[in-house]
């Protein structure tokens, strides 16, 4: 009995290791790019966040016309009475498009790490019913469980602190077979005039999401610099 608890916690102490180890060598650290923080996820720098001093970028009048955002809206075919996460809500530009959209029954999680952006949808929510301010934390979303029937981050991913833990927390509040949808700006074209780490491929979102339960759907091309990149939980 004695030598069976002490093979237990040397597997044990074996286990805890190997756990440390994996999680140490999830992010390298190189000299950083202008833009970038030097931190390197799967080969790719993890951008600045953009801090909530850019607010006024995020409500820009030609945002609409340069994004169209109406498109994405129409891409994502959505329902009333759905539950969605809009993560790095900022000042809740997408969000309160989205509260429309699934109705006084629906539920819209505006989320957000900074402070400061707290305020600005807070004062949204007052507007908006079905519109729900969320801190997150740099590596957890903050969530319930089960609650989300889709997930949405417009030009989010490539900023997060923590992508691997971020998504982790995210699946957590995912319903199965629930979507998890990443707009991104394309870094294979040259035309969208964006500075570098700002931008992702479609093949390096795939690459990232999918070492998660989480299955690549589609790409949807139809928007003037970003493209819709849709998963599914597995």
């Given at each position: 009995m004695y030598k069976l608890?002490?093979?237990?916690a040397c597997l044990l102490i074996l286990l805890q290791a190997n756990t440390t180890f994996a999680e140490s060598n999830r992010y390298k650290q190189f000299p950083q790019t202008a833009?970038?923080?030097g931190k390197v996820f799967m080969g790719r720098e993890i951008a600045h966040v953009m801090g909530y001093q850019g607010a006024g970028w995020l409500e820009?009048?030609?945002?609409?016309k340069e994004e169209r955002t109406d498109v994405l809206i129409?891409?994502?075919q959505l329902k009333k009475s759905m539950v969605i996460a809009?993560?790095?809500a900022g000042t809740g530009y997408l969000s309160r498009r989205l509260s429309e959209k699934v109705g006084a029954n629906g539920v819209i999680y505006?989320?957000?790490?900074?402070?400061?952006?707290?305020g600005k949808i807070k004062a949204l929510a007052k507007k908006h019913n079905n519109i729900q301010p969320v801190l997150s934390q740099v590596d957890d979303v903050?969530?319930?469980?089960n609650s989300l029937d889709m997930a949405i981050m417009v030009d989010v991913y490539h900023e997060l602190e923590y992508p691997f833990e971020t998504i982790q927390s995210l699946l957590k509040a995912l319903k199965p077979q629930a979507q998890l949808i990443l707009v991104e700006y394309r870094a294979e074209d040259d035309k969208v005039k964006i500075k570098e780490t700002h931008k992702m491929s479609e093949a390096q979102i795939i690459?990232?999401?999918t070492i998660h339960p989480l299955k690549w759907q589609t790409t949807i091309h139809s928007l003037p610099l970003q493209h819709i990149v849709i998963f599914t939980k597995q």
């Amino acid at each position: 009995m004695y030598k069976l608890l002490i093979l237990l916690a040397c597997l044990l102490i074996l286990l805890q290791a190997n756990t440390t180890f994996a999680e140490s060598n999830r992010y390298k650290q190189f000299p950083q790019t202008a833009e970038g923080t030097g931190k390197v996820f799967m080969g790719r720098e993890i951008a600045h966040v953009m801090g909530y001093q850019g607010a006024g970028w995020l409500e820009r009048e030609s945002r609409e016309k340069e994004e169209r955002t109406d498109v994405l809206i129409q891409q994502l075919q959505l329902k009333k009475s759905m539950v969605i996460a809009d993560i790095g809500a900022g000042t809740g530009y997408l969000s309160r498009r989205l509260s429309e959209k699934v109705g006084a029954n629906g539920v819209i999680y505006a989320v957000d790490v900074q402070p400061e952006m707290m305020g600005k949808i807070k004062a949204l929510a007052k507007k908006h019913n079905n519109i729900q301010p969320v801190l997150s934390q740099v590596d957890d979303v903050k969530l319930a469980e089960n609650s989300l029937d889709m997930a949405i981050m417009v030009d989010v991913y490539h900023e997060l602190e923590y992508p691997f833990e971020t998504i982790q927390s995210l699946l957590k509040a995912l319903k199965p077979q629930a979507q998890l949808i990443l707009v991104e700006y394309r870094a294979e074209d040259d035309k969208v005039k964006i500075k570098e780490t700002h931008k992702m491929s479609e093949a390096q979102i795939i690459k990232e999401l999918t070492i998660h339960p989480l299955k690549w759907q589609t790409t949807i091309h139809s928007l003037p610099l970003q493209h819709i990149v849709i998963f599914t939980k597995q």
